[in-house]
């Protein structure tokens, strides 16, 4: 069949399907640069990741050649892009046409599945951002330290994060992959800035040969990130998470914080941080709340609705480390018994849970005010601040009290450390002689 293209030129038309749809999209957007169109396979660029050759019927493949062009068509017939056919080759056994040449794109597909998600070309060019990228890749179901990595790295870099599903080709009515960009379209939810996209290779990474791992690190390359995370090589886990992963305890415990400005909530967390990690070999993350408030919720204010947004992240990130088996030590504010409700809820389900109370009453509190924060909203210059114009409504459920007025941080820490031994996620800790104060 011959038709024209866009500007008129005639062209004969193919239309494409399944792995072969998949090259075109990922050649004609630029994730398999410096390869721009097709070759013959005799005649292979040397700077080509791989021969991208097209093999035609003989019938169209003379039309091709007499028009000079071919237009690469969906399923549909719907143009996706012409071929300037600048050489062919007929097979040995003549039954097919080889073409080659540079390819134009003209439009994007609109095929299934899940369009919206598609990623066809380098990032930078479909996302108007201009921040650096953390691409995080995944062929199954993430785990929970793979999400924990991916957004500690985006977070320290101050990046973009994307969570990117990687899949062979997805027939028609059988899209495998939705169960994972689910999963990761939940994730991105509570990951502030996350975007999630969908990578289609032209082999199931899963069951790829050699040369579709070589081409699935070039697109990977050719995302244009600045850092990528690769979640599906290795069963998901690279040796030395292997090597980690012996390490861990069965379940993880999430030790929650909760109390006034001026507490001495960072303090204490601090302070238990560092003598569990000189004590132990457990996986350690300490999520503080003036940090957490700068690299994990940098987009919220400070609105009752955003505070509770701000706690439920830090739980989800503290039950994430506790599925692995790791502590996370957390100390925000967290003045809402509901929202403190929700983050047990969360670590729960996946280990232990460790509520704790820093009892230290309001004057204490604002004698320590080294920010100026408490004058400032008894001035009014501050509002809906913590035990001034907004409550803190008190943790009966705290599964400890501690009043760092009264007690000193060893002495602080040693009892929280005590019911971390209590509930067998810790062994007895060596006799210690410090006795630090606030």
């Known amino acids: 069949m011959i038709t024209t293209d866009r500007s008129g030129a005639t062209a004969a038309m193919l239309a494409l399907s399944g792995a072969s749809l998949d090259e ?6 630029g994730l398999f640069a ?7 396979p005799s005649a292979v660029p040397i ?5 991208f050759s097209l093999k035609v019927p003989p019938q169209v493949g003379h039309e091709a050649v ?9 399923p ?15 097979s040995v056994d003549g039954e097919s046409v080889y073409l080659a040449g540079p390819l134009t794109r003209l439009r994007s597909a609109e095929h299934p599945p899940v369009r919206r998600l598609r990623i066809t070309e380098p990032l930078h060019l479909s996302d108007q951002a201009h921040s650096p990228l953390v691409v995080a890749v995944f062929s199954e179901t993430p785990r929970p330290w793979q999400l924990a990595a991916a957004m500690t790295t985006a977070f320290q870099t101050n990046s973009q994060l994307w969570l990117v599903a990687l899949s062979g080709p997805q027939p028609h009515g059988r899209y495998t992959v939705l169960s994972l960009l689910h999963e990761l379209e939940s994730a991105a939810l509570r990951i502030d800035g996350a975007k999630v996209g969908l990578v289609v290779l032209p082999a199931d990474p899963r069951e790829a040969s050699r040369r579709d791992h070589v081409l ?7 995302l244009g990130a600045n850092q990528v995370l690769d979640y599906t090589v290795a069963n998901g886990m690279p040796a030395e998470v292997h090597e980690a992963a012996n390490l861990l305890s069965p379940t993880g415990t999430v ?13 204490v967390a601090r302070a238990l941080a560092e003598e569990i990690q000189q004590d132990t070999a457990v996986p350690l993350t300490l999520l503080d709340g003036d940090d957490v408030r700068r690299i994990l919720s940098p987009g919220l204010g400070f609105s009752k609705a955003d505070r509770e947004a701000n706690i439920q992240r830090i739980g989800w990130v503290a039950s994430l480390v506790s599925a692995t088996g790791g502590i996370a030590v957390c100390a925000p504010i967290a003045p809402f018994d509901a929202t403190r409700k929700q983050v047990r809820n969360m670590a729960e389900r996946v280990g232990g849970f460790l509520l704790v109370h820093i009892s230290t009453p309001l004057p204490v509190c604002e004698s320590r005010d080294r920010k100026g924060l408490y004058a400032k909203a008894r001035r009014g210059e501050v509002k809906d601040f913590t035990g001034i114009d907004s409550p803190y409504e008190y943790p009966y459920d705290a599964d400890l009290h501690l009043d760092t007025s009264e007690l000193s941080i060893a002495e602080a820490v040693a009892r929280i450390r005590s019911c971390l031994v209590d509930a067998g996620t810790l062994k007895p800790s060596p006799v210690r002689s410090a ?3 606030f």
């Open 24 to 29: 075109l999209e990922l050649l004609s957007g």
């Open 34 to 40: 410096p390869a721009d169109g097709y070759c013959l």
């Open 47 to 51: 700077n080509w990741p791989a021969p």
């Open 66 to 74: 007499a028009q000079a062009g071919l237009l690469l068509t969906d």
């Open 76 to 90: 549909d017939g719907t143009p996706l892009a012409r071929l300037d056919v600048e050489s062919s080759h007929v």
């Open 216 to 222: 699935q690190k070039h697109v990977l390359r050719s």
């Open 255 to 267: 030790v929650f914080l909760t109390g006034l400005s001026g507490s001495g909530k960072s303090t």
């Open 435 to 437: 006795s630090q104060h």
